[in-house]
């Protein structure tokens, strides 16, 4: 039973437009949340996160909107650059990350920027 | 650099061979993982060690055993496996109460 689910798992879009990565997640414990970004051959890397008391979290070009009431939080990348291609995953854990539970993946999105 | 180094890279062995991942960070974090990621699925969690205390199992198999020996070094020691455990293994770290890890490269396991 997956609690973070990525339905889309590739996304093309054109560079200099908005990418739009959506995540649901159905574990209600879920009170912190993150985006890692996966380039071939390298582990994943942290993008952003955001907390649960928060709605929207922000660092350049990068915003991250948590929906609490449908469970639901999307990653909006303006403008998207050839160098966003890659895969995205969305991740939740309790207890901001301080539990035993360690943080829990969806499949991820695989993000093509065309030129 | 990532701040985790995980050797070997690749890795191929026979069922009924032994071997061990090393996964090894100098970033001062007192926590670790294992994570396994298979082909169209999420990456799993394998292991949690906090201040080298396990706190996770996870219903993984006996045939994948953990050892931390300190807070920079992370082992994953394989015996017996069979082909579907072939798979990409990361190991990662962070504060222990942090959401944000670290993670290695990964080893790239082939089992024959």
């Known amino acids: 039973d997956q609690q973070v689910k990525q339905n889309s798992p590739s996304l093309s879009v054109q560079e200099g437009r908005i990418s739009i990565l959506n995540c649901d997640y159905t574990?209600?414990?879920?009170?912190?949340f993150l985006w890692y970004k996966k380039y071939p051959a390298e582990g994943p890397t942290f993008l952003i996160s955001?907390?649960?008391?928060?709605d929207k979290n922000e660092d350049g070009r990068f915003t991250v909107f948590l929906n609490k009431s449908a469970k639901h939080l999307s990653l909006h990348i303006v403008p998207s650059q050839p160098g966003d291609s890659a895969v995205y995953f969305c991740?939740?854990?309790?207890?901001?990350?301080?539990?035993?539970?360690?943080?829990?993946f969806g499949k991820g999105t695989h993000l093509i920027i065309q030129p | 650099e990532t701040g985790v180094t995980q050797t070997p890279r690749h890795l191929v062995m026979g069922m009924t061979n032994k071997k061990s991942l090393k996964c090894e960070q100098h970033?001062?974090?007192?926590?670790m993982y294992w994570y396994k990621q298979s082909a169209k699925k999420p990456l799993e969690l394998m292991f949690v060690?906090?201040?080298?205390?396990?706190?996770e199992n996870n219903s993984v198999p006996s045939r994948f055993s953990p050892e931390c020996p300190n807070s920079s070094h992370l082992f994953l020691h394989l015996h017996t496996l069979q082909p579907e455990d072939s798979a990409l293994y990361l190991c990662?770290?962070?504060?222990?109460?942090?959401?944000?890890?670290?993670f290695g490269s990964g080893t790239r396991l082939t089992v024959v």
């Open positions: 991740a939740a854990t309790i207890s901001q990350g301080g539990g035993a539970d360690g943080l829990t």
């Open positions: 990662a770290s962070s504060h222990v109460n942090s959401g944000i890890y670290t």
């Open positions: 970033l001062g974090h007192n926590a």
């Open positions: 060690y906090s201040l080298e205390e396990r706190v």
């Open positions: 955001i907390s649960s008391i928060k």
């Open positions: 574990n209600s414990m879920f009170d912190y």
